[in-house]
């Protein structure tokens, strides 16, 4: 499920830039559908599933990219590296 995330969240964040309310509306529903099926099923890292359920979804690419400095928010994730 991991690579279909990553595509919709490239959609997302394209749509994000373009502003394109029919795109963002669409592809944050199938984000939410995603993490519902990981969530019954298991399936999701618990890190990917707090960037979901958040709607932390820069947070959620740079993960699925591979990064290792995904910056810490609000809610007290890893420290970036000074």
Request: include cysteine; charged fraction near 25%; hydrophobic fraction near 35%.
């Amino acid at each position: 499920m991991e690579p279909q995330i990553k595509a919709s969240l490239v959609t997302l964040l394209e749509g994000i830039k373009r502003s394109d309310g029919t795109v963002i509306a669409g592809e944050m529903e199938r984000l939410d559908g995603y993490l519902a099926r990981g969530r019954a099923d298991g399936t999701l890292h618990p890190q990917l599933e707090h960037f979901l359920q958040n709607r932390s979804y820069p947070k959620a690419l740079m993960f699925l990219g591979g990064e290792a400095n995904i910056p810490a928010g609000t809610c007290g994730g890893r420290k970036a590296k000074a």
